[in-house]
């Protein structure tokens, strides 16, 4: 077993990090969403993280996903001030982790679409090829490589192209153990139209790769998923279940975390080793997820 995992069969990820500061009363609208606290009120994002904590979680996933060096630099930070932003971002999930009494860090390095705000996350629907896309991610992934992190979370791919670029930069710094996770279409595609099973085997024998998987796709997709990776380890941390409609830009369906905790139990049976959730997850799905697995995980 990995060494990460410290014996334990499955680690458990925290939840949706955006959706637990808005709950807490915070305001994220603007391109740079969560990560803008960071600068303006990063006790807000240490509470956040240590509130996954103490719901169960053992990772904690930094508030770097949207904090991409040009935007920061477009809003009149320095270069060397962006850095010490991402830094921040490592720092606090870390300070939360040690308050908690032990747990992982994990630095998010989210997709070019998140920082082009237009959705393309879900898509893939880049103006970028692999070599731009290595381009782009470079410079934040070095700093991220070399924040003190545990891991990095490569999460919400839509194309494999991105996922090319960040397998690229992964082997130009062999000391960093990492996750990558992918938006899809459907049961069997990345949201691209690649099939998952492709992407997986971009990773396969790995040592730096502790599980590849999915995140921010509808749950019930996620047991289909986890067939398609061919062996290798798997990550799972989905939505809530509820579906954004952008035209009212609402959330509708049901929330439930009950439910949610009794399905991550079934992805960890069919491969996942890391398991959350993702967008409109909350410290009770968490816990729930904890309760669940604790018992799955449980010798019979």
């Known amino acids: 077993m990995d060494p990460l995992f410290g014996g334990r069969g499955v680690l458990v990820c925290d939840g949706g990090l955006a959706t ?7 305001d994220l609208g603007g391109g740079l969403w969560s990560a ?4 303006d009120d990063p006790a807000a994002v240490r ?12 990772v904690a996933v930094s508030a770097s996903y949207q904090a991409g060096i040009p935007a920061l630099l477009e809003r009149g930070l320095t270069r060397a001030e962006a ?28 997709p070019y679409g998140a920082a082009r705000a237009d959705g393309s996350e ?26 003190g992190a545990d891991l990095l979370a490569c999460e919400t791919l839509p194309s494999a192209a991105e996922a090319r670029a960040l397998a690229r930069l992964l082997a130009e710094t062999p000391h960093v153990r990492a996750w990558v996770s992918f938006t899809c279409r459907d049961g069997v595609h990345i949201s691209d139209g690649t099939p998952l099973a492709d992407c997986a085997a971009l990773f396969a024998g790995s040592a730096q790769v502790v599980a590849v998987g999915v995140n921010c796709t ?18 799972a941390y989905p939505n809530s279940g509820e579906t ?43 816990r729930r997820v904890r309760d669940r697995l604790g018992r799955a ?3 019979r």
């Not at 289909?224 to 061919?230: E, N, V």
């Open 47 to 58: 509470r956040a993280h240590r509130d996954f904590f103490a719901a169960g979680a053992d």
């Open 122 to 147: 879900y898509t893939g629907a880049y103006d970028l090829d692999e070599d731009g896309l290595t381009a782009w991610h470079r410079e934040r992934w070095h700093v991220l490589a070399d924040s």
């Open 218 to 235: 509808p749950p019930h997709l996620v047991p289909d998923l986890l067939a398609r990776l061919g062996g290798v380890p798997g990550v």
């Open 20 to 26: 637990h500061l808005e709950a807490l009363g915070h």
């Open 244 to 286: 954004w409609d952008p035209r009212t830009r609402t959330w509708t369906g049901t929330r439930d975390p009950v439910a949610f905790g009794d399905a991550a139990a079934a992805w960890h049976r069919a491969g996942a080793v890391v398991v959350g959730g993702c967008c409109r997850t909350t410290p009770e799905h968490v």
């Open 36 to 39: 803008r606290l960071l600068r």
């Open 297 to 299: 995980a449980a010798p």
């Open 83 to 110: 850095h010490d932003l991402l830094r921040r971002s490592v720092r606090l999930a870390a300070e939360a982790r040690d308050a908690n009494g032990g747990g992982l860090v994990a630095a998010s390095v989210g």
